[in-house]
């Protein structure tokens, strides 16, 4: 293909993902060009594929140039200001009808300016799970905005996308900045479910004093069940992998115990607060991974190992797969609340299906998800799933009870437990929260006996 041709796609950005995302297209037979202002990684593209022919020209409106019209530019920069900039730079060079598409990890409310500010072109806001290799050989994509713009996208992502049983892993989110809010979401679930995993290790190894390849035999064994999933897979290696630089050990013992964030948890909880939606699992997760910045402190003020407890296996995978199941539910609940407030016309069991492969959270669990959420209407998806929950009950209980009895760290299968807790109990503590208000500040309560009238009281004994 010479240069003069014109390409089905310009690919702005070609760092690990866009150049895997490339590369993804390409063997989908889709011509490509791609621009990068650095060299080697525009080098880096063509050798990466050699048998494609991508143009990489050396400028940002030379590789507008190339493509067929209305073009079509997938942009994968870092989130941020730098995504602006290439918004910027683009901008001059488009026309009536184009479509750009940012698939980084924005912030959505950034996507909602952008979508605003986009003049006389489609803007649309797309997250994208599954990593490097997930970006070459089949990610789940997430894209929201205008519809007409996901329709032109439409071949070349289902293309690219990973397929499930339940079709290709892409989807139309929603208007707006949506399909950045059901990815934050994505990573908000991600965040939950990685510390629950974590806690069961912990557990495991020091609670119930499993050497590492037993532990990652039992992770296995779970990874067969219900809690069979990508997570449980990549920890259930993690735990037999050795040291390269001393075999008889293993490499997890040599990790500095202290947690990366670039922020998509903390956005979820944050958005989660905003709309009112509660996600203790994922607020506990990120909470969790805070604390362990705090390494410091944590040396200085250490009370030592904590001592072996009595507990069964089953009850531990009960406890952990009760917990996960939290963490899903509590992130399609945001997504509900988001909808609510925004009507950007999210439809989660298709969220749902997307996520079934190639993203982080693909587990045989988002099928059970599937088949409950077009049914369930309410704002807490838990009370749809009091048949999966009940039989996890006892054994979830007796976890948390038996660890933190004698010190052991379950903030999120705890945080978890307690949402269902409060989730199943008529009566609870709202109950003095409201008399409290009404003391000190004449808030007013309302009777069991009349709950339309606002009532007051003294409250002096
Ligand atoms: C994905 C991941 C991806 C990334 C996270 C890591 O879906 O492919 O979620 O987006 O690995 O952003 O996030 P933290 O650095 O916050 O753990």
């Given at each position: 293909?010479?240069d003069?041709?014109?390409?089905?796609?310009?690919?702005?950005?070609?760092?690990v993902?866009?150049?895997?995302?490339a590369?993804?297209l390409?063997?989908?037979g889709y011509?490509v060009?791609?621009?990068d202002?650095n060299e080697e990684?525009?080098t880096g593209?063509?050798?990466?594929e050699?048998?494609?022919?991508?143009?990489t020209?050396?400028?940002l409106?030379?590789?507008v140039?190339l493509?067929?019209?209305?073009?079509?530019?997938?942009?994968?920069?870092p989130a941020?200001?730098?995504v602006?900039?290439?918004?910027?730079?683009?901008?001059?060079?488009?026309?009536?009808?184009?479509?750009?598409?940012?698939g980084?990890?924005s912030?959505w409310h950034?996507?909602m300016?952008?979508?605003?500010d986009?003049?006389?072109?489609h803007?649309?806001g797309?997250?994208?799970?599954?990593?490097?290799?997930g970006?070459?050989i089949g990610p789940s994509?997430m894209?929201g905005?205008?519809?007409?713009?996901?329709?032109r996208?439409?071949p070349?992502?289902?293309?690219?996308?990973?397929?499930?049983?339940?079709?290709?892993?892409?989807t139309?989110?929603?208007?707006?900045?949506?399909?950045h809010?059901?990815?934050?979401?994505?990573?908000?679930?991600?965040?939950?479910?990685?510390?629950?995993l974590g806690?069961?290790?912990l557990?495991?190894?020091r609670?119930?004093?499993?050497?590492?390849?037993?532990?990652?035999?039992?992770?296995?064994e779970?990874?067969?069940?219900?809690l069979?999933?990508?997570?449980t897979e990549i920890?259930?290696?993690?735990?037999k992998v050795?040291?390269?630089?001393?075999?008889?050990?293993?490499?997890l013992?040599q990790?500095l115990d202290?947690?990366?964030q670039?922020g998509t948890?903390r956005?979820?909880?944050?958005?989660?607060v905003?709309?009112g939606?509660?996600?203790?699992?994922?607020a506990?997760?990120?909470?969790?991974?805070?604390?362990?910045?705090?390494?410091?402190?944590?040396v200085g003020?250490a009370?030592?190992?904590?001592?072996?407890?009595?507990l069964?296996t089953?009850d531990?995978r009960?406890?952990?797969?009760a917990s996960?199941?939290?963490s899903?539910?509590?992130?399609?609940d945001?997504?509900?609340?988001?909808?609510?407030?925004h009507?950007w016309?999210?439809?989660?069991?298709?969220?749902?299906?997307?996520?079934?492969?190639g993203?982080i959270?693909?587990?045989?669990?988002?099928e059970?998800?599937?088949?409950?959420?077009p049914?369930a209407e309410?704002?807490m998806l838990?009370?749809?799933?009091?048949d999966?929950f009940?039989?996890l009950?006892?054994g979830w209980r007796?976890?948390?009870?038996?660890?933190?009895?004698?010190?052991?760290?379950?903030?999120?299968?705890?945080?978890?437990l307690?949402w269902w807790?409060?989730?199943t109990?008529e009566?609870?503590t709202?109950r003095?929260?409201?008399?409290?208000?009404d003391r000190?500040?004449?808030h007013?309560?309302?009777?069991v006996s009349?709950?339309?009238t606002p009532?007051h009281?003294d409250?002096?004994?």
């Amino acid at each position: 293909m010479s240069d003069e041709a014109k390409r089905d796609i310009g690919v702005v950005g070609l760092g690990v993902m866009g150049r895997n995302l490339a590369r993804n297209l390409a063997r989908g037979g889709y011509s490509v060009a791609g621009y990068d202002p650095n060299e080697e990684a525009r080098t880096g593209l063509r050798e990466s594929e050699p048998d494609h022919d991508f143009a990489t020209p050396a400028d940002l409106p030379s590789m507008v140039a190339l493509l067929e019209r209305p073009r079509r530019i997938l942009v994968m920069v870092p989130a941020g200001k730098i995504v602006d900039a290439v918004l910027k730079d683009l901008e001059p060079h488009l026309d009536e009808g184009d479509v750009v598409i940012d698939g980084g990890n924005s912030l959505w409310h950034d996507t909602m300016r952008r979508e605003r500010d986009a003049k006389g072109y489609h803007f649309l806001g797309m997250g994208v799970s599954g990593g490097a290799q997930g970006a070459l050989i089949g990610p789940s994509m997430m894209p929201g905005g205008p519809k007409e713009g996901w329709e032109r996208l439409r071949p070349l992502l289902e293309s690219m996308a990973a397929t499930s049983d339940h079709g290709p892993c892409v989807t139309w989110c929603g208007k707006g900045p949506a399909g950045h809010f059901v990815k934050m979401t994505h990573n908000g679930i991600e965040y939950g479910i990685m510390q629950i995993l974590g806690e069961a290790v912990l557990l495991m190894k020091r609670a119930l004093g499993l050497g590492p390849d037993d532990a990652s035999a039992l992770m296995n064994e779970w990874n067969e069940g219900p809690l069979g999933g990508y997570l449980t897979e990549i920890t259930a290696d993690i735990l037999k992998v050795r040291d390269p630089e001393d075999e008889s050990r293993p490499l997890l013992d040599q990790v500095l115990d202290v947690a990366g964030q670039k922020g998509t948890g903390r956005w979820t909880v944050l958005g989660a607060v905003e709309l009112g939606v509660p996600v203790p699992t994922i607020a506990a997760a990120v909470d969790a991974r805070a604390l362990s910045s705090f390494k410091s402190v944590r040396v200085g003020i250490a009370t030592g190992e904590r001592p072996a407890i009595e507990l069964s296996t089953n009850d531990l995978r009960d406890a952990v797969t009760a917990s996960v199941l939290a963490s899903y539910a509590q992130g399609f609940d945001l997504l509900k609340g988001a909808d609510d407030e925004h009507h950007w016309a999210i439809d989660r069991k298709e969220v749902a299906r997307i996520w079934t492969a190639g993203c982080i959270i693909r587990s045989k669990m988002l099928e059970r998800f599937m088949a409950i959420l077009p049914s369930a209407e309410g704002p807490m998806l838990g009370a749809a799933m009091t048949d999966d929950f009940a039989p996890l009950l006892s054994g979830w209980r007796k976890t948390i009870a038996a660890a933190s009895a004698a010190g052991h760290l379950v903030p999120a299968m705890s945080a978890s437990l307690t949402w269902w807790e409060q989730l199943t109990t008529e009566v609870g503590t709202a109950r003095v929260i409201q008399a409290q208000r009404d003391r000190f500040g004449h808030h007013t309560f309302r009777r069991v006996s009349d709950p339309e009238t606002p009532v007051h009281d003294d409250w002096q004994p």
